[in-house]
């Protein structure tokens, strides 16, 4: 894949479920945007050839200033997203040009030079994958009263995560289908499953945590100071 993967990283979002005046993305980790951690991962490795960030309209101009201040190779555009994640997703893969394409959360700065590698290893091998952890909790279905309808058999649960990698004619292909039929989903594969293509998951690990809660920045924060290697 060398020289033939583009990285799209999403970081358009409001952050309403972090409630802070400043969106998520951009608050600080030992004294570093969180995007720019999440940045400096992808631009680290020679397996990725070309970076597009998806950020606000308002935020563009600051995010490039961002980037030239840490030094943050490969990132060839910095654009405006659209309203959802998968407008913002979609945005970006209109800028590559790229064979393969790994979609990534701006929000989830402790992902490893390790499981991008995996990743791409199982897309290589199956056509997709996404990084995902096996479930550790019994998870419910529960109805709009409030009462359990079904319990899933945790041994085939994951909790999915990004990076998730695919070929970028057929993310496009699915993005496009899934906007002329209306369809919204919350992550890149249900969009490529909806085409009946498979996606394989490629273990990942608890630590790639999405920052979406308060709490996630406390755990953030200290988990910043004690981790090693990316
Ligand atoms: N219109 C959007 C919405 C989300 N995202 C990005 O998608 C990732 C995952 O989304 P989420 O954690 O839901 O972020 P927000 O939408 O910002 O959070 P919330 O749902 O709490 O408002 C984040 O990096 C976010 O910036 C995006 O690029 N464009
Ligand atoms: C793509 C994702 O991070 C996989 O877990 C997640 O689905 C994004 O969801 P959100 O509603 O945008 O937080």
């Given at each position: 894949m060398n020289n033939r993967l583009g990285v799209v990283v999403v970081?358009?979002?409001?952050?309403s479920r972090m409630g802070t005046p400043e969106s998520k993305q951009f608050l600080l980790l030992q004294d570093k945007p969180v995007f720019i951690h999440t940045l400096e991962t992808f631009a680290a490795m020679p397996e990725v050839h070309d970076i597009v960030l998806v950020t606000g309209s308002a935020d563009v101009e600051r995010c490039q200033d961002w980037i030239r201040k840490y030094g943050?190779?490969?990132?060839s555009k910095v654009i405006a997203g659209g309203r959802e994640r998968q407008d913002s997703v979609y945005r970006g893969l209109c800028q590559l040009d790229t064979e393969w394409v790994m979609v990534h959360d701006g929000v989830r700065p402790f992902i490893t030079r390790q499981h991008i590698k995996d990743c791409l290893e199982a897309a290589a091998a199956f056509g997709a994958a996404v990084l995902a952890v096996p479930v550790k909790d019994t998870i419910k279905q529960v109805n709009d009263q409030g009462i359990i309808t079904a319990t899933p058999e945790r041994s085939s649960l994951w909790s999915i995560q990004t990076p998730q990698t695919f070929r970028l004619s057929e993310l496009m292909e699915a993005h496009e289908d899934a906007q002329t039929a209306g369809f919204m989903g919350t992550d890149d594969a249900m969009l490529v499953e909806r085409m009946g293509r498979q996606v394989a998951v490629a273990e990942g690990s608890y630590t790639n945590i999405k920052i979406t809660t308060p709490e996630d920045l406390e755990i953030a924060a200290v988990w910043m100071t004690t981790r090693g290697e990316k």
């Open positions: 970081a358009a979002g409001r952050g943050i190779g490969k990132v």
